[in-house]
């Protein structure tokens, strides 16, 4: 059942000779499987497994249902012979890098620990824009809209302190007098809201009617602003040719042992009791232990592809279910030479909002020069569109597109494409957790809280300040580990509370509506 090929996993042919000595024994060995089951190897699991361990902690097993460790830290070698890249298909920045000597991004910390390669990504200073008809120049709108993002975060604070209720960005956008009113507005918009920019909004990958107002406001400035803890407004992007997925791999291999991960291991039910917990797996083998960490996405919870016996309690399932899992999707092509724009970025506006709108040079000198890559990213439900439909149809719509900014020039066929469907993929059900105006602090308490003391709980989503970041999925992990490691050790366990139920601040205005 445990056998793993470590080597394999972590893409070290060394790894057997890198790991470190058996541990000794500790007074903390289980009479089951393993004192602990952390059910998922990506950030959050590996680094809730590396507390444990620091702790003195090492009876636990990392059940992983894919043939490495990594979780939506995913790459993909695109290109034809002898001109092949390594692009990152889930995961790509360091999003806050670190101001001065202050407190560094932990995903920083460990990406120059491990000599990944990250090269800062201008996301507002290098950029082209366009339209349907090629070329056109509104970066003066984008400034504008800059500037618009920016108040809008600073009337969300005010609204904090006025304890108002929170709206959707949607909302927001109409209060603040800032609703597009044209395309090029509206495609700048996307670049601040449902894309990704560090003036304020990030990377939600869902429309601003979808979004959260204030919880948008927190989860940026916690990361970007240094007078609120973050971390610095710079972003980024990893170029490492062994993949972004690194950072975690390498951080696994100085501590994991062969007997402590289980590759290729699909978790299909949980049982748990005061007694201890009991996880089926697909081929039928069944894992027993004390505790059980559940770092799954979101989306996996929400789809309901893991039964829990019995079933989670309703508070439970209402966190579950009242938070959102966003789709982002990066379409990468490779032409056998570069024609596009020499900046890092651009915006295409076209007639239909969100259609092919954010391009990126990989053919650029910070990156991979004469490479003949550029990727575009769409997301929310275009994403869900466009995995339904076939590469070649996906294509030729993007073609168009790429040929309505280039109207002068013939614009050739990609040699190749690839982009992943996050949402179809049962492993994961989308790329990251997104806020929407009607989820509550209260559910964010609900949705990290344990179960009876010994179902747990963690990754980005289930972080109050990070959601959606790797830097979230990191902290919960560390705070996972820290308070299962209180368990194990003794005597008592307190767990993590719950609300029974979440409330409105102010009563409905009727008692009843129903008959």
């Not at 994403?383 to 439909?389: A, N, Q, T, V």
Request: glycine fraction near 8%; charged fraction near 20%.
């Amino acid at each position: 059942m445990r056998q793993v090929h470590l080597a394999v996993l972590l893409g070290f042919a060394a790894f057997a000779t890198a790991l470190p000595s058996p541990s000794r024994s500790n007074d903390h060995r289980s009479t089951k499987d393993a004192k602990v089951l952390i059910l998922g190897g990506g950030v959050a699991g590996v680094i809730a497994a590396r507390t444990l361990h620091r702790k003195g902690i090492d009876d636990f097993l990392i059940v992983e249902a894919r043939d490495e460790l990594g979780g939506r830290m995913q790459n993909y070698t695109i290109g034809v012979p002898g001109k092949q890249y390594t692009v990152e298909v889930g995961a790509n920045w360091i999003q806050g890098t670190q101001t001065g000597n202050g407190t560094a991004n932990p995903i920083l910390t460990l990406a120059r620990k491990h000599n990944v390669k990250n090269q800062y990504n201008d996301l507002d200073g290098s950029i082209t824009t366009y339209d349907y008809n090629g070329l056109k120049d509104y970066r003066d709108v984008l400034d504008t809209s800059i500037e618009q993002s920016t108040h809008i975060g600073v009337v969300a604070g005010e609204r904090v302190k006025m304890q108002q209720v929170d709206l959707s960005l949607q909302s927001a956008y109409g209060i603040t007098g800032a609703t597009p009113k044209n395309i090029y507005e509206a495609a700048c918009q996307y670049y601040e809201v449902d894309w990704e920019c560090k003036y304020f909004f990030l990377r939600h990958a869902q429309s601003p009617d979808q979004t959260s107002w204030i919880a948008s406001a927190w989860n940026n400035n916690f990361t970007f602003n240094t007078d609120m803890g973050g971390f610095s407004d710079q972003n980024n992007l990893c170029i490492d040719q062994r993949g972004f997925k690194t950072i975690i791999q390498a951080e696994a291999a100085e501590f994991l042992q062969p007997k402590q991960v289980s590759l290729n291991s699909l978790v299909m039910s949980i049982a748990y009791s005061g007694d201890g917990v009991a996880v089926t797996l697909k081929n039928g083998t069944i894992l027993t232990a004390d505790y059980v960490l559940c770092t799954f996405s979101l989306g996996v919870l929400q789809y309901g592809d893991i039964a829990f016996k019995p079933t989670l309690p309703s508070w439970k399932m209402e966190a579950i279910q009242s938070m959102v899992m966003a789709t982002y999707t990066k379409i990468f092509l490779q032409f056998e030479k570069k024609f596009w724009f020499d900046t890092e970025m651009a915006i295409y506006a076209d007639k239909e909002r969100g259609r092919y709108p954010i391009w990126q040079n990989l053919d650029h000198v910070n990156f991979f020069p004469d490479s003949g890559l550029v990727f575009v990213t769409v997301t929310g439900d275009f994403s869900l569109r466009i995995e339904g439909m076939e590469d070649s149809e996906v294509q030729e719509e993007v073609m168009e597109v790429l040929r309505a900014m280039y109207p002068n020039i013939t614009v050739p066929d990609p040699v190749a494409l690839h982009f992943k469907r996050w949402h179809a993929d049962p492993l994961f059900r989308g790329s990251y957790s997104n806020w929407p105006p009607s989820f509550l602090p209260g559910h964010s308490e609900n949705l990290r809280a344990t179960v009876d003391k010994r179902l747990w709980f963690a990754g980005e989503a289930t972080s109050l300040k990070y959601f959606g970041f790797l830097h979230g999925a990191y902290y919960e992990g560390l705070n996972a580990g820290e308070e299962i490691a209180k368990c194990v050790e003794g005597p008592t366990c307190a767990g993590r509370e719950h609300l029974d139920s979440v409330v409105d601040a102010s009563p409905y205005p009727f008692v009843s509506i129903t008959p």
